[in-house]
């Protein structure tokens, strides 16, 4: 057994041994998706996380790391999923393209609901696009990805940079491709990037809301304009037949 599978043993014994059905019952009903979890108190989860990243700092290697991250994630376990998003956001030493890359790869492979893909999103994706490690063009590209929660984390990870940054023509750009996507995820994604971009550029985000008001996502014109004044929003609603 390597120190990778050790870490996994390790790490897999405190969530079983700290499991409650009774959190599990208490976020469940969150996630439409289903929650798979062992339903650990979310400090007590922290706290031990954090002692883990401090134990295998020096003795791991990207790659060890790497071979820790798939056996957590091939638990399906929540908990284990949220484990490797808090080791990435530690492991700024290691970011890179490629690891951008792989990153999606994951996200494609094993996340499950849209808490792992926004926290990702938030603390570990927006970091490579504040630090220009990757373009907003590398993260735009995955707009045609096969899996949901890829496609979310375009304008999730958009808009968190956005907060920072305030660029408008990546808002602007991710919306006019990603609009029309017709999963109720992904539309959430773009109606939360879209609303939190017009409180700064309301004239710029209205006329995309314009051009797209006949074929666009419900959902994602239904959290864009939640911000509107009641009466207002009606000319971003959908004409009828």
Not at 83 to 90: A, D, G, K, P
Request: proline residues 3%; charged residues 30%.
């Amino acid at each position: 057994m390597d120190k990778a599978d050790r870490a996994i043993r390790m790490i897999r014994s405190f969530y079983k041994k700290n499991s409650d059905p009774l959190v599990v019952e208490k976020y469940s009903r969150f996630f439409r998706e289903g929650y798979r979890a062992y339903g650990v108190n979310p400090e007590i989860q922290s706290k031990e996380i954090q002692k883990w990243i401090d134990q295998l700092e020096d003795e791991f290697t990207l790659k060890d790391y790497k071979k820790l991250f798939v056996g957590l994630f091939e638990s399906g376990m929540n908990e284990e999923t949220s484990t490797v998003i808090r080791f990435l956001t530690n492991l700024e030493r290691y970011y890179s393209k490629s690891l951008f890359t792989q990153i999606r790869a994951w996200i494609g492979r094993y996340f499950t609901n849209w808490a792992q893909t926004d926290s990702v999103c938030k603390y570990v994706l927006r970091e490579f696009i504040l630090r220009d490690i990757v373009s907003y063009n590398d993260l735009i590209a995955w707009h045609t990805h096969k899996s949901k929660w890829v496609r979310r984390a375009v304008p999730v990870t958009t808009v968190e940079a956005f907060y920072k940054e305030q660029k408008i023509t990546p808002v602007l750009k991710v919306g006019n491709l990603l609009i029309n996507d017709p999963v109720r995820e992904v539309g959430q994604g773009v109606g939360w990037m879209l609303r939190d971009a017009w409180k700064v550029y309301p004239d710029r985000i209205e006329k995309l809301l314009k051009k797209h008001v006949r074929t666009g996502n419900r959902t994602a014109y239904q959290y864009a304009c939640e911000k509107m004044d009641k009466e207002y929003r009606l000319q971003f609603r959908r004409p009828k037949k």
